[in-house]
């Protein structure tokens, strides 16, 4: 699992991606091949969870048109366009100091990973998770969110753990 710390220490909070299996939709001269992930957000003793494949797909029967449609998790685009290749060499960018902030949301938007350096000590995380979009397709601004400080070492960390689980 790849996951980002907060740098304090008596009160921690943390962003994990953890990868899932991979889906090859390619038809004809269309490569496709997406990757299911899990999402965990923990601030203190409270964790939240959003797993995938999705276990509570059902519950949304009746409120959504066709729960069949829905998707059953979260997903990565990895062909044809590799979207956790690109977090990782927006993240090396930042960690090299090439840049000072990283916007990433995937292509199936379900979350919202956003990097600022404020200064050479201080590094901001705020992540969304747009669960809604998962369940009903159609993307939201609303959504449940985390922020903290964390430090270039744990930054550093993240990228190899990513690159090691989602095999960069």
Known sequence: MASLYSEDQDYKSFFELQAGKTVDLSAGA???????????LGHGERTLFFTSPSENKEKYDGYVENVDTVADGYLLCRKSRDEVDKLVKLLERFAAQEVNSVRF????PSFEFILERQNADEIRLSVFVDEGNVLTTIARWDSLGLRFFTNQSMVEQFIQELKRDFAC
């Not at 949301?105 to 199936?108: A, C, F, K, N, V």
């Open 30 to 40: 269309k490569t496709e091949v997406w990757q299911f992930y899990s999402i965990k």
């Open 105 to 108: 949301e995937p292509l199936e």
